[in-house]
């Protein structure tokens, strides 16, 4: 490691000197890095930087802002390198700048920012915190309330001669959550006491996990390895975070951070710790697909007191009334007869909808013109854009001054970028993204992807006025090239598709091959797509690999059932679903194995065994009355869909009988009053089924006569 030792010594020394009063009484700063130094955006902010993206028709860096002044923050330094004219003529207009600001506001601007760690290189140069501090990104998006996690940092401090120096903010929040994105993901051991970070790893793209054998000897009585953490991409850092990437110029991400200091906490002594808070909301918005996720919890009111209708910015004519299932809508706001705003709808100012329109879980900025007979789930329709009727537009998102001609279709996750044209007649299949700038560009200027030079831009949309537009992609009168398709065809405008929504999958070579993972992403809630599925969905694949992991290697139901109980609370599922999934699971276990063509009477000789194995884990589940008929329910469910394994239900159901899984009492109830369709009672007629009820009955009867 390069030293610096006679600059650090000395700073260390300066503060030893001055009292802990002085410390405290130092104004509370924010490092806010208003960059991403990646082209996840592209072609996007070839336009508009990322921190000035309109998510609900506010700039993503106000958000920031408003959340740093709410925190207590009285100072904040605004680092700025792509497009940095732009962000700066912004933030002078906007109510951070005025001389009543209670956050003052730098804005410091540079074409050689490379990454955070140049940043704070820079802010160790000039020397501008002077105590702990906040460190942000332009696009983050919170509510939390940091004062518990600041004053916790600052005893640690204390106590312990400035040995942490980076406490990190994470919520709560089960995997597979909307608001958790799955690139971000990271499992996490923490010593329980201390919430000292020991080991830190991301999980995108791993099959197996491998922990370092010294945080088993770490000195801790009790650790936690956590998998249930969003991470909100908040830091408090004390002042010797910016000596420590000055003197290590490998740190360029705080990921490279976390791992330097673990990996040599035992020679410098310095330390991370953890702040989990189950309170608040917290995002970055690092792809469209949390873009999608984050403007929809915006709506929702998750992020209260950050409402559309709040108008923090201060913007004047920019007021919008808040009106029953989250509907809002800006000042000059004309709608057609006949238009429908469902839910969950935000609608600029001075916005014009025609008539029969149907509108749902979407924002529509300001000044935009929409046509008779549209139809907008989960659209994002940014500011000045015209949409023509009869147009549909699912799941996309719309950029400022675009044209979308009579008759066009988006399907899911599509994107046209600034002042494209599309149409008419029409349609784009999913992951369409359309742009004014050719994707050539993209090679062409590989080497000044941050630069902002605006000589250089001018010089891009030169070559773009030599080519030709395609009319067999966007329409005859379109205006656009196509920068990606989802492909199953082509590799790499698939995984640009990808990227720019945030499903980046980068399977290692014994996954299953692209074509495979390409036609699974079409289900919907697929994984390898979407880190939106559905808990249960995950809860089972889990359940079916830890009863077959106990198959083949012996595992004792006890330990099964610790593992399930464990998973339970992993994805925040109910017992009801627990009972649910795992009766499906058992029950579906043969087609697993043999698949759906197996008869009857294999089905049987393979699954009763399998019963008989695992009734303890069953009879740990199955306690309550309600339980009983939980676990009846699933098993209907799953015979209902196997009509011609019907025969096979009643020696399931005699099986579970004998061996004390289900009460007499219950099966008795769920068959006179279950049946709530046509099929239901047809099960019911079932002549093995009828037959076994009646054994039912005739040996209650013997049993109450035995007893008098």
């Not at 002042?239 to 673990?262: C, H, M, S, W």
């Not at 920019?318 to 509907?327: E, G, P």
């Not at 015979?639 to 061996?659: I, P, R």
């Not at 004390?660 to 007629?685: C, H, N, P, V, Y």
Request: net charge negative; aromatic share 8%; charged share 25%.
């Amino acid at each position: 490691m390069a030293g610096r030792g006679g600059k650090q010594n000395r700073g260390l020394s300066s503060r030893k000197g001055a009292s802990e009063q002085e410390e405290e009484e130092q104004p509370l700063q924010a490092v806010l890095v208003a960059d991403s130094f990646n082209r996840r955006f592209f072609p996007i902010t070839k336009d508009q930087p990322r921190a000035l993206l309109p998510l609900g028709n506010v700039a993503m860096i106000d958000y920031t802002l408003e959340f740093l002044t709410s925190t207590g923050v009285q100072e904040t330094f605004v680092f700025c390198c792509w497009m940095s004219n732009k962000i700066k003529e912004h933030l002078l207009k906007s109510k951070w700048c005025r001389p009543t600001s209670p956050n003052l506001v730098h804005i410091i601007t540079s074409d050689l920012y490379r990454s955070l760690g140049d940043v704070l290189r820079d802010v160790d140069a000039k020397t501008l915190v002077r105590s702990d501090f906040i460190l942000v990104y332009g696009d983050v998006v919170s509510n939390i309330d940091v004062s518990q996690a600041l004053q916790e940092h600052r005893h640690r401090r204390k106590m312990d001669k400035n040995i942490s120096v980076m406490t990190m903010i994470c919520k709560e929040s089960s995997p597979g959550h909307k608001s958790r994105c799955e690139e971000d993901d990271v499992i996490i051991a923490i010593d329980s006491k201390s919430k000292r970070v020991l080991h830190y790893q991301k999980t995108q793209g791993l099959k197996k996990l491998e922990f370092p054998m010294n945080i088993f000897h770490s000195g801790s009585d009790e650790f936690e390895i956590r998998y249930d953490l969003l991470d909100c991409h908040i830091s408090i850092c004390s002042p010797q975070v910016a000596e420590l990437f000055t003197d290590n110029f490998d740190y360029q991400t705080r990921k490279d951070f976390v791992r330097g200091i673990l990996v040599n906490e035992e020679i410098l002594g310095n330390q991370i710790h953890l702040h989990v808070t189950k309170d608040g909301y917290g995002a970055r918005v690092s792809n469209l697909f949390m873009y999608d996720s984050v403007s929809s919890d915006m709506v929702r009111r998750w992020v209260y007191p950050l409402t559309p209708e709040a108008n923090f910015t201060n913007h004047k004519g920019r007021s919008c009334t808040h009106s029953r299932h989250n509907v809002y809508r800006g000042s000059g706001v004309s709608l057609g007869h006949g238009s429908q705003m469902e839910e969950n709808v935000l609608i600029g100012c001075d916005t014009s909808i025609g008539a029969n329109c149907q509108i749902s879980n979407s924002v529509i900025g300001n000044n935009c013109t929409i046509g008779d007979k549209v139809v907008l789930d989960r659209a994002y329709i940014w500011n000045n854009v015209h949409i023509a009727k009869n147009v549909e537009i699912t799941q996309s998102v719309i950029c400022d001054k675009t044209q979308v001609k009579e008759g066009v279709r988006l399907s899911k996750q599509c994107v046209l970028a600034y002042d494209v044209v599309i149409g008419p007649s029409i349609s784009l299949p999913e992951g369409t993204v359309v742009s004014m700038h050719h994707p050539d560009e993209e090679e062409e200027e590989d080497d000044d992807e941050f630069l902002s030079d605006d000589a250089e831009v001018g010089r891009s949309k030169d070559k773009t006025k030599q080519k030709a537009f395609n009319p067999a992609e966007v329409g005859t009168e379109g205006k656009g090239y196509i920068w990606k398709a989802s492909s199953l065809d082509d590799t790499e405008d698939d995984e640009l598709a990808q990227c720019i929504w945030g499903l980046v999958l980068n399977p290692d070579p014994e996954s299953e091959s692209e074509s495979e993972a390409s036609e699974g992403s079409q289900e919907p809630g697929s994984r390898c797509l979407s880190p939106e599925m559905d808990d249960d969905k995950v809860f089972q694949m889990e359940v079916l690999g830890t009863l077959q992991r106990g198959l083949e290697e012996n595992i004792g139901c006890d330990n099964l059932v610790l593992e399930i109980n464990s998973l339970k609370y992993a994805y925040n599922i109910t017992l009801k679903e627990v009972m649910q999934i795992l009766t499906r699971v058992v029950l579906e276990f043969p087609f697993q194995q043999q698949g759906p063509q197996i008869t009857t009477a294999q089905y049987t000789a393979l699954l009763l065994p399998l019963l008989k194995t695992w009734a303890p884990v069953f009879k740990n589940y199955v306690k309550r009355a309600q339980d009983h008929l939980d676990c009846l329910s699933a098993m209907e469910e799953l015979f209902l869909e196997q009509d011609t394994h019907w025969g096979a239900m009643v020696k399931v159901l005699m099986n579970m009988y004998q061996l004390e899984i289900l009460e007499e009492e219950a099966i008795m109830r769920w068959f006179s009053q279950g049946a709530s369709t046509d099929k239901s009672k047809l099960l019911r007629k079932n002549q093995g089924l009828l037959k076994f009820i009646q054994w039912l009955e005739e040996a209650e009867d013997e049993s109450s006569e035995e007893g008098e």
